[in-house]
């Protein structure tokens, strides 16, 4: 029974492949009709930000999702190329190419290839817990930065003019200085394009709605409003005649099915961009997790992180051998596919057998395709991933994680997505660092006829002054050890009348060597100056390791089971006739 067991874990379509029916059937081909409607336009764009020709957007739409069907575990997630990836993408390739050359295009297969690999690796290693590094601040202000960088970028698309630039200064540089060159008939077709993607994203729906359509209807006629916006664009393009007038079309698209490509072997091209596919790794996982996760308790279904790892790997993998570039799983997209009503992954492989079809047969009537409205196309799409209302909540909430967040977004708006994301880790390292260096504690007191114990500043608390109870809200570690040997030390000499200090270890999961060796010096100092030390409610795991030491036969007090049978005992050994009577009688 083993090996099915394994084989269906790795391959989880034979898991939900056996209760699939005609009924299972009928909800993922009308949910793939919606998502092929939305993601043609999309892909064609998205591929425009890579700086890659637009077919390869359809080339990365195709066999990836049939790979995801495969091995991935959620049933609804929606993969293909996204806005970030996109961006991303551009600066890695663009750092070792220029934009329109087979190096360029080699380039981003490659990045798919070693994405692939890297997410697969992980996966087979179960290591998705490494995405943990990437905190919710710092992904938040990496999406809302890079939301900003790609509608920035598109703005000359919509004016139709020349620009450039690897972060923000340059590329609002550029577009200042090249802003008297705005074509008007570009602008003519980019202006009422985005503002039409706009309100359908938001009011169509409604619309159509009062108008008596069925919601079912409304729905897909809303879905479908990046296609409305193509074929009013292109039939104005044919009918004004805009190429003639200096208005940037999409031109011919290769017709036919995605092409077998081969990533570089060249280690000088790999070992330029493992840095950055491992970046678009991490991100592209963390994006489709959250989604997956998301989306799947709704319906109160689980996904399996490291599977996901293998089924986005083998995504990209095969993105890059059918000539496309790094992929993961969308929000809206996905959104759409689970309101559309996917029920398991064989959607996304009806998705590709519909991107598949539009490539052998609808590519000639995208020839007059403006390019401002695949720009309008990704300027709706990315504005919603800004995000202003976060920054304040953090203020509120954390000054450090406020800190992360914001170094995220200057860093990757003044330097570029890659440093941006580095930054990001770094500062939200440190500053968890210099939290878990200056953990809290506490003074704390038993509250009156109760058995419970609270911080002397937030409670009206009972205290006695020859017994000091110390509560450790944090594992000893090698970053907080000797911080909480001066923190004992300086409130002992505080209060000179003290007899016994009692460490309250609840929240101590853990005491390593450096916590052993601080404990070892506390209590030696303490016994020197004819201070005992005692622990109470110390867990089993930590007990444990103590026990296979000689702290706990040196140790100048005892160790008790609960806070309040150390407080109860250690406070009558004063005989203090102020004591309460159900400690001074013993009775609690």
Same mark, same amino acid.
């Given at each position: 029974?083993?090996?099915?067991?394994?084989?269906?874990?790795?391959?989880?379509?034979?898991?939900?492949?056996?209760?699939?029916?005609?009924?299972?059937?009928?909800?993922?081909?009308?949910?793939?009709?919606?998502?092929?409607? =939305?993601?043609?336009?999309?892909?064609?764009?998205?591929?425009?930000?890579?700086?890659?020709?637009?077919?390869?957007?359809?080339?990365?739409?195709?066999?990836?999702?049939?790979?995801?069907?495969?091995?991935?575990?959620?049933?609804?997630?929606?993969?293909?190329?996204?806005?970030? &990836?996109?961006?991303? +993408?551009?600066?890695?390739?663009?750092?070792?190419?220029?934009?329109?050359?087979?190096?360029?295009?080699?380039?981003?297969?490659?990045?798919?290839?070693?994405?692939? @690999?890297?997410?697969?690796?992980?996966?087979?290693? /179960?290591?998705?817990?490494?995405?943990?590094?990437?905190?919710?601040?710092?992904?938040?202000?990496?999406?809302?930065?890079?939301?900003?960088?790609?509608?920035?970028?598109? @703005?000359?698309?919509? &004016?139709?003019?020349?620009?450039?630039?690897?972060?923000?200064? $340059? =590329?609002?540089?550029?577009?200042?200085?090249?802003?008297?060159?705005?074509?008007?008939?570009?602008? !003519?077709?980019?202006?009422?394009?985005?503002?039409?993607?706009?309100?359908?994203?938001?009011?169509?729906?409604?619309?159509?709605?009062? @108008?008596? &359509?069925?919601?079912?209807?409304?729905?897909?006629?809303?879905?479908?409003?990046?296609?409305? *916006?193509?074929?009013?664009?292109?039939?104005?393009?044919? =009918?004004?005649?805009?190429?003639?007038?200096?208005? #940037?079309?999409?031109?011919?698209?290769?017709?036919?099915?995605?092409?077998?490509?081969?990533?570089?072997?060249?280690?000088?091209?790999?070992?330029?961009?493992?840095?950055?596919?491992?970046?678009?790794?991490?991100?592209?996982?963390?994006?489709?997790?959250?989604?997956?996760?998301?989306?799947?308790?709704?319906?109160?279904?689980?996904?399996?992180?490291?599977? $996901?790892?293998?089924?986005?790997? *083998?995504?990209?993998?095969?993105?890059?051998?059918?000539?496309?570039?790094?992929?993961?799983?969308?929000?809206?997209?996905?959104?759409?596919?689970?309101?559309?009503? !996917?029920?398991?992954?064989?959607?996304?492989?009806?998705?590709?057998?519909?991107?598949?079809?539009?490539?052998?047969?609808?590519?000639?009537?995208?020839?007059?395709?403006?390019?401002?409205?695949?720009?309008?196309?990704?300027?709706?799409?990315?504005?919603?991933?800004?995000?202003?209302?976060?920054?304040?909540?953090?203020?509120?909430?954390?000054?450090?994680?406020?800190?992360?967040?914001? !170094?995220?977004?200057?860093?990757? &708006?003044?330097?570029?997505?890659?440093?941006?994301?580095?930054?990001?880790?770094?500062?939200?390292?440190?500053?968890?660092?210099?939290?878990?260096? /200056?953990?809290?504690?506490?003074?704390?007191?038993?509250?009156?006829?109760?058995?419970?114990?609270?911080?002397?500043?937030?409670?009206?608390?009972?205290?006695?002054?020859?017994?000091?109870?110390?509560?450790?809200?944090?594992?000893? +570690?090698?970053?907080?050890?000797?911080?909480?040997? $001066?923190?004992?030390?300086?409130?002992?000499?505080?209060?000179?009348?003290?007899?016994?200090?009692?460490? =309250?270890?609840?929240?101590?999961?853990?005491?390593?060597?450096?916590?052993?060796?601080?404990? $070892?010096?506390?209590?030696?100092?303490?016994?020197?100056?004819?201070?005992?030390?005692?622990?109470?409610?110390?867990?089993?795991?930590?007990?444990?390791?103590?026990?296979?030491?000689?702290?706990?036969?040196?140790?100048?007090?005892?160790?008790?089971?609960?806070?309040?049978?150390?407080?109860?005992?250690?406070?009558?050994?004063?005989? #203090?006739?102020?004591?309460?009577?159900?400690?001074?009688?013993?009775?609690?």
């Amino acid at each position: 029974m083993a090996e099915p067991n394994l084989l269906a874990r790795y391959l989880p379509i034979l898991q939900w492949g056996r209760t699939y029916n005609g009924s299972v059937l009928t909800n993922d081909l009308v949910a793939a009709v919606i998502v092929t409607i =939305m993601l043609i336009p999309q892909s064609l764009a998205y591929a425009l930000l890579a700086g890659l020709p637009p077919v390869v957007g359809l080339y990365a739409s195709i066999l990836p999702l049939v790979a995801y069907a495969l091995f991935g575990t959620s049933r609804t997630l929606a993969v293909g190329p996204v806005a970030v &990836l996109s961006l991303m +993408t551009a600066s890695a390739a663009s750092a070792v190419a220029a934009q329109g050359t087979a190096e360029y295009v080699e380039a981003a297969i490659t990045l798919a290839a070693l994405s692939g @690999i890297l997410l697969a690796v992980l996966g087979f290693l /179960r290591l998705g817990f490494l995405a943990n590094l990437l905190s919710h601040p710092v992904i938040s202000g990496f999406i809302t930065a890079s939301g900003i960088l790609i509608a920035t970028s598109q @703005i000359k698309h919509i &004016l139709g003019i020349p620009g450039g630039g690897d972060n923000w200064p $340059e =590329m609002l540089g550029s577009l200042a200085s090249n802003i008297g060159l705005t074509n008007p008939w570009t602008l !003519a077709i980019g202006i009422p394009a985005t503002l039409f993607l706009f309100w359908v994203r938001g009011g169509l729906k409604p619309a159509l709605l009062r @108008i008596g &359509l069925k919601s079912r209807a409304a729905d897909i006629a809303a879905k479908a409003g990046p296609v409305i *916006a193509v074929a009013l664009t292109i039939l104005a393009v044919v =009918m004004l005649d805009l190429a003639e007038k200096g208005v #940037d079309l999409v031109g011919a698209i290769p017709q036919g099915l995605p092409p077998f490509a081969t990533p570089s072997t060249d280690m000088d091209l790999i070992a330029q961009l493992w840095v950055p596919a491992l970046l678009i790794s991490v991100i592209g996982f963390v994006e489709s997790v959250s989604v997956a996760q998301t989306l799947a308790a709704k319906r109160r279904q689980r996904i399996s992180p490291d599977q $996901e790892l293998i089924g986005l790997g *083998a995504s990209n993998i095969a993105s890059a051998f059918s000539g496309g570039y790094p992929v993961t799983g969308g929000f809206a997209r996905s959104v759409v596919n689970f309101d559309a009503g !996917a029920e398991t992954p064989a959607a996304g492989a009806y998705t590709a057998i519909g991107i598949a079809l539009a490539s052998l047969f609808l590519t000639p009537l995208l020839f007059s395709l403006p390019i401002a409205t695949l720009a309008a196309t990704i300027i709706v799409a990315v504005l919603s991933l800004v995000d202003l209302k976060t920054p304040g909540q953090l203020w509120r909430y954390s000054k450090a994680d406020f800190a992360a967040h914001l !170094a995220t977004i200057v860093t990757t &708006l003044l330097a570029g997505v890659e440093l941006g994301v580095i930054t990001g880790v770094v500062v939200g390292l440190l500053l968890y660092l210099w939290r878990a260096s /200056r953990p809290h504690a506490a003074i704390v007191g038993r509250v009156p006829e109760t058995e419970h114990f609270r911080n002397v500043e937030r409670h009206d608390v009972f205290t006695v002054p020859h017994v000091l109870s110390i509560r450790i809200d944090e594992s000893l +570690t090698y970053l907080n050890a000797r911080w909480l040997e $001066e923190y004992v030390l300086e409130r002992v000499a505080d209060q000179p009348e003290v007899r016994h200090v009692i460490l =309250m270890c609840s929240a101590v999961n853990e005491v390593d060597a450096s916590g052993l060796e601080s404990l $070892e010096a506390i209590n030696h100092r303490l016994s020197d100056s004819g201070i005992d030390l005692h622990l109470s409610e110390v867990k089993g795991p930590v007990m444990d390791r103590l026990k296979r030491t000689e702290f706990l036969e040196k140790i100048g007090g005892r160790v008790f089971l609960s806070q309040n049978r150390a407080f109860r005992e250690l406070s009558r050994d004063n005989d #203090d006739p102020s004591l309460p009577d159900d400690i001074a009688r013993g009775l609690i």
